[in-house]
Structure formats: structure tokens, C-alpha cells
């Protein structure tokens, strides 16, 4: 198990499943199951439904009469435009219009919100724009984030939770689980109908335990972090830093990737006013060193993340994060391509742990209108 500061509450169930715990944003995290195949947790987050620990994200708790003027100008959305109930996925920049970290904003109230931080930096600049406002930033590990994903995950907590199949897309409910407090949001990192179950430290094991043993029926399977990739790449949901700069550092220039090429821009509302960055975000338009894009791959193996892509001779992209999908029956990557090549069906060569053509291919391979996200009832 790793040596991490932050501790889920699960970690012995993740154990007894086989994991070794592997670090990620500071908590040890099921990363794979020993004798379990992620192709096969995968496949039921497709077909059935997975349940998953992502613990590990960072949730924090803005509260203040400044609350919402503090995440107005450090994030990209128009923050009045989130009711109570509502949520926003958000992006943040530094002063030279880069990314430097993404999270879902969920207004709980009129001056409190929780925001829900990957491993960027958003909490650390938060923090310091809090100081001498009226607003307490407080870091809740205590409070767990159980991810419910998949088509029969609405069949299932139907069957508890009165008015679940009500819930719109990026919106939140406060209610009870198996007796315990719960909010329960309908967002997620899957591309599939799912949702979020936020709950106490305490409540954590009794709410797992339940949903699997009583899920069998749905298909509910305990799903491993890692097969969040081979959800991400089909549904074009990025991973900072794995698709940034930060890992694919630019030859004569220092990390830091635009909205525009991380295809992230329509994360700025259209009301939106100042905020941390925007003036240079907009300069930067029409400025894009590349694209992020997929390709689809030749054969039956996943590429790894490193590959490089090839056209007329030269270098024109490197592969982020590939997988190879059974359902399908596809080989699917994200890619950092050159802009001239990140056109659909541009015919490109991969060159690494592969050696197999390919084409350029729009994001999202699966679902492209998220319909199945969008369903209602």
C-alpha cells in the first residue's frame, strides 16, 4: 500500500478485492484488482454498472458571502447561472490564459458551494484568493465520492432513493441512502448515465458493501480506478496532467496547454464576465500549436501512452492514453496532433510500443450527442 496523506475509508474493502493501493492525488487508490481484467469492469460500466472509489478527488467547501464572487473569477463560469441543486463542470487558468486545473462546481446553497478538484492547483490558488474575504475554505476528506456508473445504475437506485429517475444531468440531490445522509449528483467520468453518491466517512463501507451485495441482480460490479481510462478515451473526458503538456512538454516553450487546444473552451459561458485569465484566453484564439483528437487504431491492441504519430515523413502527434475496446472491437487513442492533422480520416503511422497505421478520428468515439447522458426518466 502507498505511503499517501489522505486515507479512504475503504481501503480495506480495496484491499480484500486485491488492490496494492497505488498513490494518486495524495490517497491510496485502487488503481487495478489482482485476477480481475479491466477490459471486463469496462464492459460492465457499458452494459450494466460499476461501482468505483474516487475518494481521491479533492472536495472543498466554499462558504461565505464571498464564496461566489471568489469562484467567479477563478473559474471559467458564469457562477450566478448555478442554482442550489445546480453543478457546473468548470476549468480554471493562471494569468497567461493556460490550464491549470479542472473541477465540477455544486452550488449546496445561497453562499456555500463544494468543488470537487483533480490535481491541478485550483484548490492552492482558491486558497490564496480567499485571504481577506468573507469566505472559509474548508478541505473535507471526511466526506467520500462512491461513482455509480452505468445504464442499470438508475434501475438500482430507483429502487431507493423516491424521485432519483427526476434528476437532470449535472444536478444534485440532498436525501438518504440505506438510512444515510447522501448527496447524490448526477455527474461522472464515464460518459454513461451514472451517478455520484457523497457520504460520510463513517457511511462509506455500509454504502458499498449494500450496493454490491444488493446490485448483483443489476449486474453491479466493484469497478477499478483504471477502467476510467478506457471510459475516457472513448467519451473524450481529458486527465490532467496525462493529456497536458505537463507530461508532453513543448521543445521551446514551457507547460501549458489553451482551452482551444484542449477542445475545453466551451467550458467559458457565454455570460461570462472577467475572470483569471480571459483576457488572454481570448487572445489566444486561432493560436493552437496543436489539437487534442483521437485516432483510431489497425488491429486489437491498445496503444501506450508516448507513442508517437507519424505523417509525410515526420513526427506530427504523440499518443496520451489508448485502449482497445471488446464491446466494439476498436482500437481507440487521444492524441496531441499537429493542427494541419487533426482533420478526420488523416492517415497516420504509430510508432512505439505499435508499428501500425491509423487515421485521424473526432472526439467522441462513443455516444457523440451524449444521449445516454442526457436521458430523462
Not at 4 to 21: E, K, P, Q, V
Not at 32 to 38: K, M, P
Not at 145 to 174: C, E, N, W
Not at 322 to 338: C, N, V
Amino acid at each position: 500500500m502507498s505511503n499517501s496523506w489522505r486515507i479512504s475509508a475503504l481501503a480495506s474493502r480495496h484491499l480484500a478485492l486485491g488492490s496494492t493501493l497505488q498513490d494518486w492525488n495524495g490517497m491510496g487508490t485502487a488503481w487495478t484488482y489482482a485476477g480481475q481484467d479491466v477490459a471486463d469492469h469496462h464492459e460492465a460500466i457499458r452494459t450494466k454498472a460499476g461501482l468505483m472509489d474516487v475518494s481521491g478527488l479533492k472536495k472543498v467547501h466554499y462558504v461565505g458571502p464571498h464564496a461566489e464572487s471568489l469562484l467567479e473569477y477563478a473559474t471559467t463560469r458564469d457562477i450566478s447561472k448555478i442554482y442550489p441543486g445546480k453543478s457546473a463542470y468548470a476549468t480554471m487558468l493562471n494569468e497567461e490564459g493556460k490550464f491549470v486545473d479542472d473541477c465540477i462546481i455544486y452550488r449546496t446553497g445561497p453562499n456555500s458551494f463544494l468543488v470537487v478538484h483533480g490535481t491541478g492547483i485550483g484548490l492552492e490558488m482558491l486558497t490564496r484568493g480567499a485571504v481577506g474575504r468573507q469566505v472559509a475554505v474548508i478541505f473535507d476528506d471526511d466526506l467520500h465520492d462512491l461513482s455509480l456508473q452505468g445504464p442499470t445504475a438508475i434501475d438500482f437506485l430507483a429502487k431507493h432513493v423516491p424521485g432519483i429517475r427526476d434528476l437532470a444531468y449535472f444536478h444534485h440531490m440532498q436525501t438518504r441512502l440505506f438510512g444515510c445522509p447522501v448527496m447524490i449528483s448526477r455527474t461522472g467520468y464515464t460518459g454513461e448515465r451514472g451517478y455520484e453518491i457523497f457520504c460520510k466517512a463513517m457511511d462509506a463501507p455500509l454504502i458499498w458493501d449494500t450496493i454490491l451485495s444488493q446490485g448483483k441482480d443489476f449486474g453491479i460490479v466493484a469497478a477499478s480506478f483504471t477502467t476510467l481510462d478506457y471510459c475516457r478515451v472513448e467519451s473524450y473526458l481529458l486527465f490532467f496532467p496525462y493529456d497536458n503538456s505537463e507530461y508532453f512538454p513543448f521543445a521551446n516553450d514551457k507547460s501549458g496547454d489553451t482551452l482551444w487546444e484542449l477542445g475545453l473552451d466551451f467550458t467559458v459561458s457565454p455570460t461570462k464576465g472577467e475572470f483569471r485569465g480571459g483576457y488572454e484566453h481570448k487572445r489566444l484564439k486561432g493560436k493552437e500549436r496543436f489539437k487534442i483528437f483521437g485516432v483510431l487504431l489497425e488491429g486489437e491492441q491498445a496503444a501506450a501512452m508516448g507513442d508517437t504519430l507519424w505523417a509525410d515523413g515526420k513526427q506530427v502527434g504523440v499518443i496520451t492514453c489508448g485502449m482497445y475496446s471488446r464491446l466494439t472491437g476498436k482500437s481507440m487513442a487521444i492524441a496531441r496532433l499537429d493542427v494541419p492533422y487533426a482533420v478526420q480520416d488523416t492517415v497516420l503511422q504509430v510508432k512505439g510500443s505499435l508499428d501500425v497505421n491509423a487515421i485521424a478520428h473526432t472526439l467522441p468515439f462513443d455516444d457523440p450527442k451524449k444521449l445516454k447522458r442526457l436521458v430523462k426518466g
